[in-house]
């Protein structure tokens, strides 16, 4: 019996010990996040795109790189693959931006109150051009209008200066 | 005297009436719009909840009461604990549980067993009690968290072996991952720890899962819809295949074809069973498991995926298989007795053609295989047509279950709604 109590014990203080590198490891998850749904809001805005991109080069970069997982329409795919519409992770930094599409993006990020946990592979091996292209896309369409991106400045964090 | 004779008469009455009603309540009266789902003549559904959370499985305990796996949630109380306390289907306590969130759940031997991205863990079930106690124990560790496929479902054969699918985190196995132009890694070394089946001691405390576990089967890229068939005694699952044929060879695969291959697989598992990934694909057009491009394919060679294993049913591509649930209720007509139902989550990779799946599917069983065609059983859960993109899905069905009436119950990931399928 006595044995039993401190097996049982042993057992305990493992879980106890366990639970506590568990929780380090997830620390990312302790954040509050929000049990709310997205609104469906994005769907209704990404109808009302100011700026006619539909002949702009980066459309074309966006349709055989991006759209797949962010989608025709930048909404991107729930718990999965986050939207591109009206957030500052693309709106926002360029250097940012320039930066996570050369290098790609792993780990946990926050996207509009929803954790997306995918990984981005890197694009590096398309031209500054391209990418100036295919950003500028991105941040005047899918009712975005935030400014343009110029090869120079793909460079410039591509080079690290 | 006579008074006291009223008063009996009158408690007599009163309790007669409540008990009358009480009976009246157990009927469950569906929703008139079926919760926004369309069925089978015969079939009706009532919604239990509208806004669980981020669900993936689902349990019904023999008492009736729910157990849904959360994604995320506030504190990773990840278990929703939903119970009806007037008998008409109708969810009216929602209560959360647990320190984690996750994927696989499941009510084993007076425990809710409950898969974590990283581990499974189970909390001890309390008699009268909706939630689960506190006290969780660490079962299986060590599961690789790398960003793809990393939902862990769980099953159980009775024998007292666990299940868990570890699903590999990439795509095909190329060298960089999801890169035009780079190849597969030949041997994959993925297949040493993860993209198969691990069966590990449901009762051992603080196992890893591949020190103390064993392989039970490979060349699985991922499968969420795990289920044991108890009457046959053997385990079955259905794979989420491999995607961007298009997008990595656009001189071979047309984006039409790209969005119809290759064929979400459904799997009986046996032991030692291998079923080709990352070598092989299903072609469901040509009834073929073939080489991938990855690996010298030229779309019909066949080469090594001849020794693979085949499925036992072909679905088409992309539509996300993520749960599986054999019948054995006897509410449902006779068509669905041992017959599988397969949770179709919805699509992504079939941009830009417009997405498919959304829906619950039933294929009839005989024995251990399929006996007919797969057909759709509960559809409308993405509540427009066609879906451009995946967002545009209302409801996306996740996870399926079966309450001790037999009735079918069905968990949307988006907000978490639950449906009860039942039939008259």
Known sequence: ??????????VLLLAVALSACGVKGNSGQQQSEPTEPTSRKATVEKKSTSNDMSGHPGKKVYNSVCLACHMADGSGVPGMHPPLIDTDWVTGDKERLIKITLEGLSGKIKVKGEVYNSLMPPHSHLSDKQIADVLTYIRKSFSNNASGVTKEEVQKVRNGS | MKKLAYFVLLTLFAVSCGQENATENHTLIPDSDNGGLTLPEGFSALVVADNVGRGRHIEVNENGDIYVSLRQNDGNRGIACLRDTSGNGKADIIEYAGEHTGTGIKLHNGYLYFGTDSAVVRYPMQEGELKPGNSWELIARGF????????????FDGQGNMYVTVGAP?????????????PGMDPCPILDYAGGIWKVDEN???????????RYATGIRHAVATRWNKQVGELYAVQHGRDQLHQFFPEMYTTEESAELPAEEFFLVTEGSDFGWPYCYYDQLQDSKVLAPEYGGDKTARERCENKKDPIMAFPGHMAPNDLLFYTGDMFPEKYKNGAFIAFHGSWNRAPEPQEGFFVVSVPFDGENPSGDWEIFADGFAGTEPVNSTSDAEYRPCGLAQGPDGSLYVVDSNKGKVWRIIHS
């Open chain 2, 204 to 214: 051992m405390l603080n196992q890893h899962y591949l020190e103390d576990g064993e």
């Open chain 1, 1 to 10: 019996m006595k044995k039993m109590k401190i097996n049982k014990i042993a």
């Open chain 2, 144 to 155: 690789p968290q790398e960003g793809q496929h990393e939902a862990k479902p769980i099953e």
């Open chain 2, 170 to 182: 990439s795509n095909a196995c190329m060298e960089q991952m999801r890169t035009k132009g780079s």
